[in-house]
């Protein structure tokens, strides 16, 4: 049975101001804990350069190096967020390294939908999209899968990176404490019904952390 937890706006709040807390450390714990199962999901988006890739949510941008390895510095990375802590992380990290295609946006996931694309300053086409550690501890979680893939082009891909432990268990209960949030939503058994060339590993961490892919049906 599935948990439904983070859901109510004081959960989501106390969710928000633990990030704000814990983003310096997050950075580096990020970075360290799922770096193979990271590097895995960068691959599966198949960014090219000129590409447009949406990271949601992004929190400090720990990914947006490895997007430019393969961007070149081209094309456009829009990283979502709703704790300013994290995104000020993110600022840090784009004036060190110089980077001109990263935007960032304080924002909740669950308001980027089409309104939010058509009402956009300026024209944009998503090419793929990152959904990271994120699924697992916001509310509406299948809207926003589904919000995701609504505003993918054609053939646009979509990658998850997330926890699933189907039972109660230590490991569970640290992911739970690190990413405040659930274990055990059925997140890629989701996708799967949503995409085409889905595919799923669900093998990093020993078990626990699984990296899911596929594209927008045409
Ligand atoms: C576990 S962290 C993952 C961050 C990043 N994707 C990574 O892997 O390092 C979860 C992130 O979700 C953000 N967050 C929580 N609720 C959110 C919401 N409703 N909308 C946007 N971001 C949210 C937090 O601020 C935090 O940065």
Same mark, same amino acid.
């Given at each position: 049975m599935e948990t439904q937890?983070? +859901?109510?706006?004081?959960e989501q709040e106390n969710a928000i101001r633990y990030y704000d807390k814990l983003s310096v450390l997050?950075?580096?714990?990020s970075n360290w804990y799922y770096k193979k199962a990271r590097n895995y999901a960068i691959k599966e988006l198949q960014l090219k350069n000129g590409q447009t890739v949406l990271n949601v949510p992004c929190g400090t941008g720990v990914n947006f190096k490895y997007f430019n390895e393969y961007l070149n510095n081209t094309g456009l990375i829009i990283g979502i967020d709703l704790s300013s802590g994290m995104l000020d992380k993110v600022k840090?990290?784009?004036?060190?390294? +110089?980077?001109t295609n990263v935007k960032i946006e304080l924002n909740n996931a669950t308001k980027i939908d089409q309104n939010w694309l058509d009402y956009r300053d300026e024209q944009i086409i998503i090419d793929s999209v990152f959904c990271d550690l994120g699924l697992s501890g916001l509310p509406e979680w299948r809207n926003i899968i589904d919000n995701m893939i609504s505003i993918l082009k054609p053939n646009g891909r979509i990658v998850i990176l997330d926890w699933y432990l189907e039972k109660p268990s230590l490991k569970g209960d640290f992911g739970k404490w690190i990413g405040k949030g659930e274990v055990d939503r059925p997140i890629y058994q989701y996708l799967e019904t949503k995409v085409s060339n889905f595919k799923v590993d669900d093998s990093f961490n020993y078990g626990g952390v699984f990296v899911a892919s596929g594209s927008k049906p045409e």
């Open positions: 937890m983070y +859901g109510t706006k004081e997050y950075d580096y714990i840090q990290k784009i004036e060190k390294n +110089g980077w």
